[in-house]
């Protein structure tokens, strides 16, 4: 049954919904987590596949009809294909899409992409196996690599995107590798400017590497022409100009795209999140666990995304970075 559409307080129309479906991982980027991880969640605190998919389909009815699965390492989590196929079986979902680190992709792609998965996002920092082991802390390019080329020999699964955290100091490297990737293989590469939500809380700005300069070196060696960007897209995507693929560039620190972000999440423990860079979070599933209709879940939810946040402030005076670090929001 189709609800009244979910809109935030500043009439923004939500329409897409991150949910993260563990807190644990299998790598330790650096830009993420710490090298010794985290305390994890235990069990009983993460949300159920039945829960995950009441509260997916209750969204769904609101129109939120575009669903990502992540983590955490999604992959990771026991039994993930099954709970893809309970989502995809909710009709109101439009698209359901999953970001991974590809390292269990070997394993998982097919039965993956069999219960539903339309779109794939995967990270990839290094197309070098020394520098891959410096960033994520695990020696797991050529694994990665693998998956990435299994999940290419299911055309269902396309455009498949490859996305590479940009770092300076690290990053000016990957950028001519990454965009001869880009022009040889079937994959879209989009970088993610470095943003504060590691563990470490090693973030400045002086380490961000935006899109902008990257950008700029490509079109010094590849010309690259803009496509027009899309209503609520997150990358600005560029065509090489010789028409050999495309780039895109994730400029949320430089060039934030706030003002048109359609985009709340649900973390693996049943907080609702309307920002990255939430500072309070809603708690559905102490509710749903106490036995709460969906009319008054629902009414919590629009409760809280009416106040979502007209914008970040990160490079502002007086930022504060949120308690929760990206793999324990959801990224
Ligand atoms: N483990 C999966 C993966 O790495 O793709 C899914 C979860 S991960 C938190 C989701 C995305 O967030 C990845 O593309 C990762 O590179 C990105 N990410 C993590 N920490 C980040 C940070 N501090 N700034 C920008 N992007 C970040
Ligand atoms: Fe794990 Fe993804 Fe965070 Fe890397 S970015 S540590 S793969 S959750």
Same mark, same amino acid.
């Given at each position: 049954?189709?609800?009244?559409?979910?809109?935030?307080?500043?009439?923004?129309l939500i329409g897409d919904l991150r949910v993260s479906v563990t807190d644990r991982c299998?790598?330790?980027?650096?830009?993420?987590?710490?090298?010794?991880? +985290?305390?994890?969640?235990?069990?009983?605190?993460?949300?159920?596949?039945?829960?995950?998919?009441?509260?997916?389909?209750?969204?769904?009815?609101?129109?939120?009809?575009?669903?990502?699965?992540?983590?955490?390492?999604?992959?990771?989590?026991?039994?993930?294909?099954?709970?893809?196929?309970?989502?995809?079986?909710?009709?109101?979902?439009?698209? +359901?899409?999953?970001?991974?680190?590809?390292?269990?992709?070997?394993?998982?792609?097919?039965?993956?992409?069999?219960?539903?998965?339309?779109?794939?996002?995967?990270?990839?920092?290094?197309?070098?196996?020394?520098?891959?082991?410096?960033?994520?802390?695990?020696?797991?390019?050529?694994?990665?690599?693998?998956?990435?080329?299994?999940?290419?020999?299911?055309?269902?699964?396309?455009?498949?995107?490859?996305?590479?955290?940009?770092?300076?100091?690290?990053?000016?490297?990957?950028?001519?590798?990454?965009?001869?990737?880009?022009?040889?293989?079937?994959?879209?590469?989009?970088?993610?400017?470095?943003?504060? +939500?590691?563990?470490?809380?090693?973030?400045?700005?002086?380490?961000?590497?935006?899109?902008?300069?990257?950008?700029?070196?490509?079109?010094?060696?590849?010309?690259?022409?803009?496509?027009?960007?899309?209503?609520h897209a997150t990358a600005r995507i560029y065509?090489?100009?010789?028409?050999?693929?495309?780039?895109?560039?994730?400029?949320?620190?430089?060039?934030?795209?706030?003002?048109?972000?359609?985009?709340?999440?649900?973390?693996?423990?049943?907080?609702?999140?309307?920002?990255?860079?939430?500072?309070?979070?809603?708690?559905?599933?102490?509710?749903?666990?106490?036995?709460?209709?969906?009319?008054? +879940?629902?009414?919590?939810?629009?409760?809280?995304?009416?106040?979502?946040?007209?914008?970040?402030?990160?490079?502002?005076?007086?930022?504060?970075?949120?308690?929760?670090?990206?793999?324990?929001?959801?990224?």
């Open positions: 049954m189709g609800l009244e559409p979910l809109r935030d307080g500043h009439g923004r299998n790598f330790r980027c650096q830009y993420c987590m710490p090298a010794e991880g +985290l305390p994890w969640l235990e069990r009983a605190e993460i949300l159920t596949f039945e829960e995950i998919t009441r509260l997916v389909a209750l969204l769904a009815a609101m129109g939120v009809g575009d669903i990502r699965l992540t983590g955490g390492e999604p992959l990771v989590r026991r039994g993930f294909p099954a709970l893809v196929e309970m989502l995809s079986a909710i009709e109101a979902v439009d698209e +359901l899409s999953v970001t991974t680190n590809g390292f269990l992709l070997e394993r998982d792609a097919q039965a993956l992409v069999r219960a539903g998965v339309d779109r794939f996002n995967v990270s990839v920092d290094s197309l070098q196996r020394d520098r891959f082991f410096q960033l994520t802390r695990r020696d797991a390019l050529p694994q990665v690599l693998r998956g990435l080329e299994l999940l290419a020999s299911f055309p269902e699964a396309y455009p498949i995107k490859v996305n590479a955290v940009a770092m300076r100091g690290f990053t000016e490297q990957e950028v001519l590798p990454f965009a001869r990737f880009a022009r040889r293989s079937p994959y879209e590469i989009r970088f993610i400017e470095f943003m504060p +939500l590691d563990a470490d809380r090693a973030w400045t700005p002086d380490r961000v590497l935006t899109g902008e300069e990257i950008r700029a070196a490509i079109d010094a060696v590849y010309p690259l022409e803009p496509e027009p960007r899309e209503p065509r090489f100009a010789d028409g050999r693929g495309k780039i895109g560039f994730i400029n949320p620190v430089s060039e934030p795209f706030c003002g048109d972000c359609n985009r709340i999440r649900l973390t693996a423990d049943g907080r609702l999140r309307t920002c990255l860079f939430s500072l309070n979070e809603t708690d559905l599933r102490a509710p749903l666990r106490a036995g709460a209709q969906d009319r008054e +879940l629902e009414q919590m939810i629009r409760d809280a995304v009416w106040r979502k946040e007209l914008k970040h402030h990160v490079g502002e005076p007086g930022f504060i970075q949120p308690a929760r670090s990206m793999s324990a929001i959801g990224g």
